[in-house]
């Protein structure tokens, strides 16, 4: 069996949590998570990250101290935060800003300010946009109206873009669907705010006053990249939306530092990878009792081990072949 290291809590001060695929899937907590970061939150900070921009804080809070978590709206850094700091820093406090979205965005557009109009005709300083069930065509329209002038038209800054958006009845679209009709329509992109844009994270730093932070999120496209991009260490949990396969064919920018199965393995000693090559050539990797053997540019699973150490040691595998992942021959068992 290999060694093991530090558990990926060790010398972490905050921990920063996504919440949908990592603390809740829909209504129900994930099976391990509350207990887990409860027992994380006692002997450090613990803040949840959301793209979400139609719900405020405070309705998120309130649904994860439902679940036993002592959240409070403080814990919560949101989208539309990290967008009014892009805002402050786009256009002179107290600027008219057209809004696109709900609650969760207008709410903080008017704590840091601004003064907010749905209409192109009031020459708003800038348009904010955010996801809320409500926007309609004609919300987009009054964006696309006052941002005319492409690139020396006035500032935009989208809380997020996020493609899809998990619901009861299955994916809808998401704010990325909404901004990127706008974009069509004014031919030029908004500033982002949110995952995997770093300003959400420089946020969160900054306000629980973070050294050694630790992202847990279960997407790597946005979490895991976004925690990259701010140069802090990173949890891919195996609880929301990527699985295995997406593990492994991940880019070099959306790889994450630790890869567990739950969060019960954020306090548990994680195996450190080994690997060598023989005097046939062959070259194996392994995590705790499964090994990964590569002969050629095949692939294949040589010892079972469990299941989350041969998920390990076949990323490991796949990020150190020298080749991109489609000109391997990898084995369906390292990723089914």
């Known amino acids: 069996m290999t060694g093991h290291g530090p558990a990926p809590l060790d010398g972490v001060d905050v921990v920063l949590a996504d919440l949908d695929g990592v603390v809740y ?18 002997e450090r900070r613990v803040g949840y990250l959301t793209n979400n921009a139609s719900r405020t804080p405070q309705t998120v809070a309130e649904q994860l101290r439902g679940y036993g978590l002592p959240a409070e709206p403080d814990d919560i850094v949101s989208s539309p935060q990290a967008a009014v700091v892009l805002l402050a820093e786009l256009v002179p406090a107290g600027s008219t800003v057209l809004v696109v979205g709900g609650e969760g965005l207008t709410s903080e557009v008017e704590r840091a300010g ?11 300083a800038a348009v904010v946009q955010g996801f809320a069930p409500h926007v309609a065509w004609t919300d987009l329209a009054e964006a696309a ?38 974009h069509t329509a004014v031919g030029r992109l908004p500033v982002v705010a949110g995952k995997p844009e770093r300003a959400l994270f420089d946020v969160a730093v900054g306000r629980f006053d973070a050294r050694q932070p630790l992202f847990i999120g279960d997407r790597l496209d946005t ?24 593990l492994l064919a991940a880019a070099a920018d959306s790889r994450p530092t630790f890869v567990l ?76």
């Open 223 to 246: 979490d895991i990249l976004g925690a990259n991009r701010a140069g802090m260490a990173s949890v891919l949990v195996l609880t929301g939306i990527d699985g295995p396969k997406q």
């Open 145 to 182: 109206y006052a941002l005319a002038g492409g690139d020396d038209g006035i500032p935009w800054v989208a809380t997020n873009t996020d493609w899809t958006i998990p619901q009861a009845r299955g994916t809808a679209p998401g704010n990325g669907t909404l901004v990127s009709a706008v």
């Open 25 to 42: 899937a829909g209504a129900r907590a994930i099976p391990h998570a509350v207990e887990a970061l409860v027992a994380a939150g006692r």
């Open 114 to 124: 601004f003064r907010i109009t749905r209409s192109a005709e009031d020459a708003p």
């Open 261 to 336: 199965d739950d969060l019960r393995g954020l306090s548990e000693p994680y195996p450190r990878i080994e690997q060598h090559t023989d005097i046939a050539g062959v070259r194996r990797i392994r995590s705790g009792d499964a090994v990964v053997a590569q002969r050629g540019m095949a692939l294949a699973l040589e010892t079972a081990g469990e299941r989350i150490d041969r998920i390990r040691a076949a990323a490991t595998a796949v990020w150190t072949a020298g080749v991109p992942i489609y000109a391997l021959d990898v084995a369906p068992e390292l990723y089914s």
